[in-house]
């Protein structure tokens, strides 16, 4: 079962199999015909008899033939081991478009690039090298011996055994060699874990000048990674050499037994030279069988690694029965909502309801369960108990696509692309509308900052955006939310890095934008909530307190002390030494 | 100032002169050894002509004359066999031996260069670790060393044992039968030619397929991390799409490096039987005239078809000298990144350290200055104070006020672009790094630990520190006592497989780690990230009490509860002193340290604030 992708790619890709193989049956065909001409050609010249052209022409022919077929086999069957490689990679890339944020918590990113590179690398050397070289290899060993012990029975029998050796030698010294290299893999490991730590904790080294004790530890590992490469090459560098005498060891038994044989007149000498060239030609697949193996084995434990991915399914999906809303209006209810990480609640039974087009406003201390309320509007979270409902629909039986197209959620610390402004603002909006964005970054009171930037809306911004300042990526964050049109808005303190005047002036700008919205608001500055048709103050994963600015004031409850805390902090923030 | 070092900036020249004299200078020391390996090499390469001529002996001398004769003389043909046995294992020695002596020059140099890589890292500032990642050094230090191995062992080496076989190969042609080895050398032009080419689609092919493949990275990379956003703007089918042409336009990279590779390797072998078909149509020719003999055709037939193996050998190489070309230029690279925060030529040394700590007017800017008067970018602006010896003083701050720059400066981390930092009235770059901070002890709140045991984190490595100096300042911080119930006491593993210390313990360490040197200056870095919980606080304030008395002390502190007791606290606020005082004296002020005081009245702590009370 776990295989079967991989079979559905191969039959997929079947006439490609089909063509290369019978591809490689007539080169191994052709390359079977050569050593007879070969062999008419030499006892032709031994008996002084000339048709040499004939034999030259036949020769380069049948050579011709040959390079053309393998030529066509390789194109065939490597070619289509390397679309069967795209294919998964693309499936790999839309099943993780399917997977939730929990997901990508739960797996490395490193972890998932390596299956998604390396690992299909592996298989894709497996159904193209792999498969290639596993039939060429049974056809040639066949045919050869075949041939071979046609020619002579008794000095197939004394060659064959010395090449039969090869396989053998790989295994043995195959294994040690693949100890040792286990030893190289760990002292690498433990070198790179070394330079690794040691790098992060620079500033601890520098403090305690510890750079040359470290240094001479680092020196340590780096001579203990030496010594266990002197060792592996040891081994391994008796491989080649070795495989190369017992060819040798072949063709000095093909001299001895075989010249005498054709002393006593039991084979001709081009049968001689011919019966080389069997030898000869079968000593690559011979080696060849062992690297096969390997191959299998790589592309199949490479398998089961993807496969793993695979088979997750995400937790959050759509639902097999959706129900369809026409237009959303933006009303959003909380029923006795909890969320628990690793069995920590951290809201507990929020009951909350939202109407459309109004404003409000979360507050409350860091760790409070402003942001894990937020995300679970736009389904980036699943509620552990209770429910959230849109226009009175529970998200879990509404189409992901209706309930993300009507959110646009701007986050503390967005994700920017490494494109252009222009396509980063434009990235939900249903075409790349120059207006729309324009508009949008103007809401933002990005255009100032992209007038200034050379390229304008063309600048490029850096990997995950780290050209821009915080506040610009805020800012850019906001405009490309804008952009998309949605019915609700929320605004997980999204302007945090901007500074207090700026947001005000956007949050002006905003304003008629607001009004035919449902909005959601965490700020960590009070006079951005002034506004809201209500605040809500979370503690510790409860509602505490919640009614308009003026009322909560009065309380003299947290949002009162919360308020205090801003003027303080905005006092340190504006006063100049 | 150069920027950061680039990472996908690929070199296509296959060799460097200047790159190849640098690496060179590091096998220098094993001139003798490099000698016997390559002396084997060129034997090892001659004794691989060997073979077909035993060949042609045999047929001559000993087949074909016994079969005109029609006797049978085995003697002569075993004893060819044999010959051939010996050359064939003196091969074997030859090759093996040649291979075991490169790998120990070039691990012994690969080691001197990771090493001496590392080292330098060791002495660059801080300044270019803000700019360097460090999963980017480490593969410097580990994956490019080990590529630039290569280039040593199976690149130059082998590829100079192939040209030798090559060589040798045609001068044995040519020694057999010049005229023979003429007609078989028709078929060179086309070789070269076929190579050529290959050589160019395959540099054009490979690069594309390095090139696709670092974007399909990049993308996925991108997009893992930002999957969310792709959700949330339900981007997904478009996200597809794009990953579509990259993943496309990395098959047609894929698929051209094929197609050269697939055309090559058959072509060679046409070329090998091409010219074996020459041989037997004109060499034939000339044995059935008497010109030649049988056994000289043959041989000459083996000869041409061992031509092909190394120019193909050659062919493959390429690319891998490519990469270890691109690798040794990061490297070197990296070792010529300068060295700005060094010892001074004639350091002065400070006999007896008193501990007097002064900042003259100092400026400083983590990039370069920035241009302009008194403008933003600075993160001190003219600071100046005076710390007596054995003095007690606490900077304060709001976030982002240059307290962590501050300690930056004290420690000689980095260097101000202008005033002076002094201690004991020496200037810092007066005086050697490793003295200064031998004196001038940090302790982290957010503590590092490496790997290893307690003991190894609280010496941090340095045998000169007895197990009982250890001990004792474990006892004088009030670390021995947890220390003990861990599972091995002192030698007990920390870190990832190991116990896993709470935050107030792992402060313990390195106050422990910070004081096993008795340096005469303490720098306390309190910093904000660290989450303290009241045990900790309690914990480590009562370890401070002991230890403090007559060292001087600057905590530098983003909570105020820590620096109540302390002689003078200094408040910084946007790169400047602005107050200076008491903590009574400040708060009577009513300026920035009163509101600081406010801001965290909360927070604190109900158990600390009654203690305090108390006292």
Sequence with gaps: MSRSRFWTALHRHRRRYLLGYAAALGSIGMAQLAPWILKAAVDGIQRGEGRLVAYAVGLGAVALLEAALSYVMRMQILGAALRIETEIRRELFQHLERMDPAFFHRWQTGDLMARAVNDLRAVQRFLGMGLMRAVHTAVMVVLSVAFMLHISTSLTLSTLPILLLIPGLFGILGREIRRRFEEVQAQFG????????????????????????????????????????????????????????????????????????????????????????????????????????????????????????????????????????????????????????????????????????????????????????????????????????????????????????????????????????????????????????????QIAHLVQDVNAFPQGFETVVGEQGVTLSGGQRQRAALARALARNPRILILDDALSSVDAQTEEEILRALRPVLRSRTVLLVSHRISTLRDADRIVVLDGGRIVEQGTHEELLRRGGLFAELCEKQRLRQALETEEP | MSGRLAEEELLDRPYDRHLLRRLLAYVRPYRATMTAALVLLVLASLLELVGPQLYRIAIDRALVPSLQRGTVDRGALSTLALLYLLVLAAGFGARWLQHYLMQTVAQRAMAKLRSDLFSHLQRLPLRFYDRNPVGRLVTRVTNDVETLNELFTSGLVAAFGDVLTLVGIMAAMLWLDVRLALVAFCVLPLVYGVTDRFRGQAREAYRAVRTQLARINAFLNEHIIGMPVVQLFTQEARALGRFDALNRDYLDASLRSLAALARFYPAMHFLGVLAVALLLWYGGGQVIRGVTTLGVLVAMIQYAERFFEPVRELADKFNLLQQAMASSERIFRLLDEPVTVEDPPNPVRLERVRGEIEFRDVWFAYGDAPAGGNGAGWALRGVSFCIAPGEHVALVGYTGAGKTSLCNLLLRFYDPQRGQVLLDGVDLRWMRQRELRRHVGLVFQDTFLFSGTIADNIRLFNSDISDAQVEATARLVGADRFIRQLPNGYQTEVGERGVRLSAGQRQLVALARALVYNPEVLVILDEATSSVDAETEELVQEALRGVLRSRTTLIIAHRLSTVQHVDRILVLHKGRIVEEGTHAQLLARGGIYAKLYRLQAHPIPEGILQRRGER
Excluded at chain 1, 202 to 210: M, S, T, Y
Excluded at chain 1, 243 to 260: D, K, P, T
Excluded at chain 1, 287 to 307: D, K, N
């Design chain 1, 190 to 441: 433990r070198l790179s874990a070394r330079a690794q730590e040691n790098l992060s904790g620079i500033r601890v080294v520098k403090a305690f000048a510890r750079e040359e004790a470290e240094g001479e530890r680092f020196r340590q590992e780096s001579e203990a990674l030496s010594r266990a490469n002197v060792r592996l090459s040891r081994i391994q560098g008796l491989l080649w050499p070795a495989v190369g005498f017992l060819l040798g060891g072949a063709a000095v038994l093909l001299l001895w037994i075989g010249g005498e044989e054709v002393i006593r007149g039991r084979i001709s000498l081009g049968q001689l030279v011919q019966f080389s060239y069997y030898l000869a030609r079968l000593s690559f697949p011979v080696i060849a069988t062992g690297w096969v193996l390997s191959l299998w084995q790589q592309g199949r434990a490479s398998m089961e690694r993807l496969e793993e991915v695979f088979r997750i399914r995400p937790a959050i999906a759509d639902p097999e029965d959706p129900v369809r809303l026409e237009t959303v209006r933006g009303e959003i209810e909380f029923r006795d909502v909890w969320v628990s990480y690793d069995g920590r609640p951290v809201l507990r039974g929020i009951r909350l309801r939202i109407p459309a087009g109004s404003t409000v406003a979360l507050v409350g201390p860091t760790g409070s369960g402003k942001s894990t309320l937020l995300n679970l509007i736009p389904r980036l979270l699943l509620p552990t108990s209770g429910q959230v409902l849109l226009d009175g629909v529970d998200l879990r039986r509404l189409p992901l696509r209706t309930v993300r197209e009507a959110v646009g959620l701007v986050p503390q610390d967005p994700f920017l692309f490494s494109d252009t402004l222009r396509e980063n603002i434009a990235y939900g909006a249903d075409s790349g509308d120059g207006k729309r964005v324009v508009e949008a970054a």
